[in-house]
T-cell receptor, first 114, second 113 residues
Framework: GENVEQHPSTLSVQEGDSAVIKCTYSDSASNYFPWYKQELGKGPQLIIDIRSNVGEKKDQRIAVTLNKTAKHFSLHITETQPEDSAVYFCAASKEETSYDKVIFGPGTSLSVIP | DAGVIQSPRHEVTEMGQEVTLRCKPISGHDYLFWYRQTMMRGLELLIYFNNNVPIDDSGMPEDRFSAKMPNASFSTLKIQPSEPRDSAVYFC???????????FGSGTRLTVV
């Protein structure tokens, strides 16, 4: 089955700097890659997703890139702010049937230092 | 919409007791998921439903765990009997499609002593 790895497990950046989180997946058939942000005491929240027919997607200060050949994808946050501090999860799945599951990575704890 | 609603937010129970966690999905979402989150194992999918029917329960750890969805607006996850290793945060999530973005509830933090 699918296996998703995520690096780094913890990341500290100065406010205003960029943060990059990288994920790899094992199943070459995977074609849907969402990213979730989990703040303390809350459930994960979808912040951006990308499908395999797209190499990059941006939404304001966040962007995701996908390299299907290498089977890795990344989350980029620019101009980081203290409110970006949270745990970020990448995930992967394939849309072959209605019953495929989204597999989550282990998470990256991001701290933005004011 | 109020989002996915879970209750209770916190539950402390003694080992051996029955625990019932509740979830109200977003109206119109046909898929409902139950996840367990721990430091050691991260986010684990326990079971999910499509149109109130259980589709995949391969993540349910033991027969002590059971889940039901009697109608489109309500689901329960029951643990009987509970054990200390069941202590975790349990999330319910719903979605329009199986691989669309999920909306998670705020979770139930379960502590079994």
């Amino acid at each position: 089955g699918e296996n998703v790895e995520q690096h780094p497990s913890t990341l500290s950046v100065q406010e205003g700097d960029s943060a990059v989180i990288k994920c790899t997946y094992s199943d070459s058939a995977s074609n849907y890659f969402p990213w979730y942000k989990q703040e303390l005491g809350k459930g994960p929240q979808l912040i951006i997703d990308i499908r395999s027919n797209v190499g990059e997607k941006k939404d304001q200060r966040i962007a995701v890139t996908l390299n299907k050949t290498a089977k890795h994808f990344s989350l980029h946050i620019t101009e980081t702010q203290p409110e970006d501090s949270a745990v970020y999860f990448c995930a992967a799945s394939k849309e072959e049937t209605s019953y495929d599951k989204v597999i989550f990575g282990p998470g990256t704890s991001l701290s933005v230092i004011p | 919409d109020a989002g996915v609603i879970q209750s209770p937010r916190h539950e402390v129970t003694e080992m051996g007791q029955e625990v019932t966690l509740r979830c109200k999905p977003i109206s119109g979402h046909d898929y409902l998921f139950w996840y367990r989150q721990t430091m050691m194992r991260g986010l684990e999918l326990l079971i999910y439903f499509n149109n109130n029917v259980p589709i995949d329960d391969s993540g349910m750890p033991e027969d002590r765990f059971s889940a039901k969805m009697p109608n489109a607006s309500f689901s329960t996850l029951k643990i009987q009997p509970s054990e200390p290793r069941d202590s975790a945060v349990y999330f319910c999530a719903s979605s329009l499609y199986p691989l669309h973005g999920y909306t998670f509830g705020s979770g139930t933090r379960l502590t079994v002593v």
